[in-house]
């Protein structure tokens, strides 16, 4: 599967009511309000691959980093993690490990929790944890990652992250000559159409209603032997906990052994939003380095990039944290950086 989702996971509405994007300047202090209080250098939101990799990076920079983990990877129910080189078919809980371990041995700080405050204290920027805690730290990077919304098939979600999955990338080889079901309309599944037919020559495209695609489309996956079927969908059905297949509601049984599910992506958490960074679709806006335009605030993997796999996140991050450190130093001499 895809990245990791949301690390540092959403809060509820009622602590992000509380929640207060603002400037004011303080002078910094060991504690707030009767709370104990981390001091840090950047707050990493998230402990994902994305989060991780970027605190690994920082530390090894020698930045005091300190990790917010909500503990809970998009690709938790996945069975491996794939196109990671070095990692082929890791399970996701143990390259988990394996990550923290990494960023710990350089000194990073990981603290389970969620963030629920978040304020800008004149250069810094204090976090207030669900659980009372603080940290205090000079920058943020959030690593919140998105979640994946399966389309509304009553059976999908029992069989998430096995027999119903949804990046081609991360799954098809897997699905190679079996016969698979791609669930959805529009141009998601359309694309996923397109990379299945690489793997298999059993494919059908179910897309529970109105297909929506014009005519040329249509008659390109009439060609290439994919048939579209626009009945309604009654459930996906599973034998053993494995997929056995798909019913729709006229009662015709139609026998799968994967699913690819045209998913929505949506944020995983509402801070981005709520400290101030534009958010487009599922994505947080970022510059070219991961700057957020929100003082102090940065964007490392699939909450800026989606569609990014679990390698392309990890590569994300690693060119974020590299950014935030830059800035720093520049901060650091209060010389700055020619042509920055």
Not at 90 to 97: D, I, Q, T
Not at 159 to 177: F, K
Not at 264 to 292: F, Y
Request: proline residues 6%.
């Amino acid at each position: 599967m895809t990245d990791e989702r949301v690390s540092a996971a959403p809060a509820t509405a009622t602590d992000y009511l509380r929640l207060a994007f603002r400037y004011k300047f303080a002078h910094d202090t060991d504690t707030c309000l009767g709370d104990p209080m981390r001091t840090s250098e950047v707050i990493v939101v998230g402990g994902g691959v994305a989060g991780l990799q970027a605190a690994l990076v920082l530390a090894r920079a020698r930045r005091a980093v300190t990790v917010v983990d909500g503990g809970e990877p998009r690709n938790a129910r996945s069975h491996a993690v794939h196109n990671l080189a070095g990692h082929e078919g890791v399970a996701p809980g143990r390259l988990l490990e394996l990550a923290r371990d990494d960023a710990r041995r350089y000194g990073a700080e990981i603290v389970p929790g969620l963030v629920t405050e978040a304020e800008r204290e004149g250069p810094r920027w204090q976090v207030g944890l669900r659980d009372g805690g603080r940290v205090l730290a000079r920058a943020l990077l959030l690593a919140t990652g998105v979640t994946e919304e399966l389309p509304p098939v009553p059976g999908l979600a029992d069989l998430w992250g096995g027999d119903v999955v949804s990046c081609p990338y991360c799954h098809g080889w897997e699905a190679r000559d079996r016969a698979v079901a791609v669930v959805g309309a529009g141009e998601r599944a359309w694309r996923q159409v397109l990379l299945l037919r690489r793997f298999t020559g059993d494919l059908v495209l179910l897309t529970n209603g109105p297909a929506g695609f014009d005519d040329g489309r249509l008659e390109w996956l009439r060609a290439a032997g994919v048939a579209v079927r626009e009945e309604p969908i009654a459930r996906v059905l599973a034998d053993g906990g494995r997929l056995a297949g798909v019913e729709f509601e006229h009662g015709e049984f139609l026998p799968r052994a994967a699913v690819f599910a045209a998913t929505a992506r949506r944020p995983a958490s509402p801070l981005p939003a709520a400290l101030g960074c534009t958010i487009s679709g599922a994505a947080v806006v970022t510059d070219e380095n991961g700057h957020t335009g929100v003082p102090g605030v940065w964007a490392a993997g699939s909450c800026a990039w989606p569609a990014l796999t679990v390698a392309g996140s990890a590569g994300h991050a690693t060119t974020t944290a590299i950014a935030l450190n830059d800035a720093l130093l520049d901060e650091d001499t209060g010389l700055g950086s020619p042509g920055r």
